[in-house]
């Protein structure tokens, strides 16, 4: 579909197709920009890319979201101060690859990843275009050197000051596996995530909230960390443990205490987790995932109404236990199940938005899915 549909739009064919997963982060939230280790996986929706180099320096872009629209510029007017909506994100790794990009290009893209949900639909798009550049003018970048590439576009060319785990994932993730990613050297280890064999299902709760806070709240939270680790002599808070963050509380803010606090333990309740999924032991991990969400809630503070009311509702409703993902202020949240309770929890979850007076939210469910790749 998506290769007719270019050839009608651009009068050509497409030389590469690409695919890239958004992502659910299991565990470790906003530690990625503190050098942490986090524990995402690819969710099974994934965004599509077709591209085509042109013989001019003329880019084109287009989507099957918005099949009406062509939006044009030429390669040599990239910039950070430049056009563009949600182009950017492409425009911002084409610019990120600088010099290895020497024809103008034809692209139509087939987002598949919900926007707005909390699930990486940015990264999702930013991989897919990166994978097919790499493939498509042979620049040769690894995976990591292509998550950094994609990070930085987002970073400088788009604005947006995210760290590096949702690139990662969608370009490094295993079919039935959560990433664990060191998000200091980007190191890996692909650890086996079956709930299906436990009789477990994963949901993810899109509550559909956005608050306003989305964009500064999340700058505000990384410079907090920032400024702590400065006062502590560290690095980032990664090279901080508990212990020396309780002996040294007086050169903290309590502020910073708070959000260091949250930082310090997610980092630890990440490798927990990774013991307690070695072991099958998805009761325990419930209850990790209750703690975390507690802690961005009460410490973090980037919850919101309607997310602790999905894991409220969802705790209250045999959940082994659940949280908010992701950046926080909105989005999805998670929550383990025995299958045989997902159907009532869901219809629970949905009663306690109507009376709460909130948008119905939207249920999925994913098995960990495969990272990015050439599809044609
Ligand atoms: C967003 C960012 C990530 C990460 C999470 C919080 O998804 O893009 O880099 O910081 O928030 O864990």
Redesign the pocket.
């Known amino acids: 579909m998506l290769r007719s549909d270019f050839a009608t739009l651009f009068g050509q064919s497409p030389e590469i197709v690409t695919e890239a997963p958004g992502r659910v ?1 299991l565990i ?6 503190c050098d942490g280790f ?1 524990m995402p996986f690819a969710i099974s929706d994934r965004t599509y890319a077709a591209i085509a180099k042109r013989d001019d320096r003329k880019i084109r872009i287009s989507s099957k979201q918005r099949p009406e629209e062509i939006f044009e510029t030429s390669l040599d007017l990239l910039s950070p101060a430049g056009e563009g909506d949600w182009e950017r994100y492409i425009l911002g790794v084409i610019w990120a690859f600088d010099k290895e990009i020497t024809t103008g290009l034809d692209i139509l893209v087939d987002g598949g990843v919900a926007l707005g949900a ?1 699930l ?1 639909s940015s ?1 999702a798009l930013e991989c897919s275009i990166a994978t097919a550049l790499n493939n498509l003018f042979a620049a040769g970048l690894s995976l990591p050197e292509l998550a950094r590439l994609a990070q930085r576009a ?1 970073n400088e060319y788009v604005g ?1 000051p ?5 690139q990662s994932v969608s370009l490094m993730a295993k079919a039935g596996s959560a990433l664990l990613l060191d998000c200091r050297d980007l190191s890996t280890e692909q650890i086996p995530l079956d709930l299906a064999s436990a009789g477990l299902e994963l949901m993810i709760i899109d509550t559909r909230a956005h608050h306003a806070l989305v964009d500064g709240g ?1 700058a505000e939270r990384r410079a907090s960390c920032e400024s702590a680790a400065a006062k502590l002599g560290v690095k980032a808070l990664r090279d901080c443990s508990i212990a020396k963050l309780e002996s040294s509380r007086a050169k903290l803010t309590e502020l910073e205490y708070m959000r260091a606090e949250h930082v310090v333990n997610d980092i630890e309740r990440v490798h927990e987790t990774v013991q307690f999924l070695k072991q099958n032991d998805f009761v325990s991990v419930g209850k990790i995932l209750t703690k975390s969400h507690a802690s961005l809630r009460d410490l973090f503070e980037i919850s919101c109404a309607e997310l602790d009311l999905a894991v409220d509702t969802a705790l209250a409703n045999k959940s082994l236990g659940g949280r908010m993902i ?3 202020f909105g989005g999805s949240a998670i929550a383990i199940f025995k299958v045989a309770d997902i159907e009532p929890a869901k219809a629970a979850i949905a009663a306690a938005f109507k009376v709460a007076g909130f948008v119905e939210p939207r249920f999925f469910t994913s098995l960990p899915s495969s990272g990015a790749a050439v599809i044609g």
């Open positions: 982060n470790g939230e906003h530690v990625d920009y986090v909390g990486s990264a987002e947006v995210c760290g590096i785990m949702d999340y992701g950046g926080g």
